[in-house]
């Protein structure tokens, strides 16, 4: 089939046949090439398009992320590449190499935990926005899972090919040096093992799986946060937070985490 | 002027004319059109070009952008904005809005201070890959950026419109909790007035500030790193930290943003 002129410029996107060609550019010409395409040409604001995942697959996935490019692009890849493969654009136009930076509690500088700053970016393109309701609904899922790791004795997921059987324990907080501390109490390993590097590997499993489910339920319309402050957080909360007597400070954690000397609790006043 | 068929495929990318338009494809027609285009279906990766900044437009930007989208946003989009006015895609394609969710140390939780992790992002994005070699010459841009916010009075930086004037505090800590709790002790503020809300504006412009500085010094190739580990700190890792006799942690922060209690110190054994 041999295209005559008129088809040519239909398939270029330009309807004003005959007229006004003076000076197109390339670029404008792209421009021109349907709607689907000019779309392509700007990225969508968040959040952006979600399909439930398996949080299984997710879970192996973290887990070959995490050696590759570490605990938070282990935990965001996870999310990603599965709706960049089944929606493609905008997952398509994602520099996924940019949540590495999340290693080691941010470019191992050992302050939040990575596999919690990657998945708190991948539930905030998924769910997130400008827009404060946008905001407070993402914020939700992000705190829950943020709760979820401090008080459970992680990791809780068991890659099918590990390179070594790690053990579990309880971080308290939501820090990289304070989960890597009491984890390497617990197992009696190094920091810098590769044991201790294998349970990062295992906990990136665990939070990505956990994150995953979070969006299934979300999706679904069935989120509700599972994990909420402690007791003994709550009671701090009451005279230092929003709207308290003192309130001189800001958190969502557990304040034992860091707060956990004797001098603490024994020169802190009664309340 | 009209264009002639030979004109309209030559603009169209198509070379071989007359011969094999059957079943072209409109999406096919547009990957034909121009080395260019054809780059801009594809992220490309890291790290993206950087032009020299000018700080204190990063600075004023940061302060707008914080109103509008927090400290994470404002720093990180304050860096990525005139990058993509000057240089076009791929910051075309980057979703800015993402880096929303570092607000208050992440999703308010009070974790890592949103200013750091936003600025981190944008060193990374600029600096960084998948590559070791990439990671930790960015990591060291990031490093001096984090170690200077906890050294530092801050905000060192007082935007031209202000709603309040802003007193400095030193964090010694890169987590928000620490330094929102360290300045409201210092300014008598409350932790969720106005006026520390502006006071993070403050700071979101002067972790800007730093950061395009610091960024144009390592394109000029005379980036060095200008603030060290307190000699307290690393009097710490030479017990705890990697080669050490414990190993039994990580960080790259003052440890007395923490640990910071009497028994703490009356506790500890000699060294």
Redesign the interface.
């Known amino acids: ?3 005559s ?1 008129r088809d ?2 239909k ?3 330009m309807a004003a046949v ?1 007229t006004g ?4 550019s ?2 404008m ?2 421009k021109a ?2 709607a689907g ?1 000019e779309q ?7 959040p ?1 398009p979600y399909k439930k995942l398996d949080p299984e697959a997710v879970a192996e996935a973290a887990y070959e992320g995490y050696y ?2 570490a605990c938070s692009y282990g935990v965001f890849e996870a999310i990603v590449a599965p709706l960049r493969k089944e929606i493609g654009f ?1 997952y ?4 996924s ?2 949540l ?2 999340g ?10 935990c990575g596999s ?2 990657g998945a ?2 991948a ?3 998924v769910t ?3 827009d404060k309701k946008l ?1 407070d609904a ?2 939700s899922i ?2 829950d899972v ?1 709760l979820w790791y401090e008080q459970t004795a992680l990791p809780d997921y068991r890659p099918k090919s590990p390179k070594y059987e790690i053990i579990k324990s309880v971080s308290g907080s ?4 304070v989960s ?2 009491k984890w ?2 617990a197992s009696k390993f ?4 590769k044991e201790r590097s294998e349970r990062c590997g295992w906990l990136t499993a665990a939070v990505a799986k956990y994150t995953a489910e979070s969006l299934n339920k979300y999706a679904d319309g069935a989120f509700k946060m599972a994990y909420p402050l402690s007791a003994a957080a709550k009671a701090c909360r009451s005279c ?4 308290s007597k003192l ?7 557990d304040c034992g985490g ?1 707060h956990f ?4 609790k024994q020169e802190h006043p009664k309340f």
Chains 1, 2 share one sequence.
């Open positions: 089939m041999r295209l002129r040519l410029m398939k270029a996107g005959g060609f003076a000076g197109l390339l670029s010409a792209n090439i349907g395409q392509q040409n700007k990225i969508p604001d968040l952006w590759k490019g905008p398509t136009m994602m520099p190499t940019l590495v930076v290693q080691g509690g941010v470019a191992d500088v050992a302050s939040l919690l700053n708190a970016s539930i905030f393109l997130g926005g400008m905001r993402s914020y992000i705190q943020f939501n820090l990289c040096h890597v501390s390497c109490k190094k920091s810098f093992s230092h937070d929003k709207g309130e001189n400070t800001r958190a969502v954690t860091c000397t004797p001098s603490m």
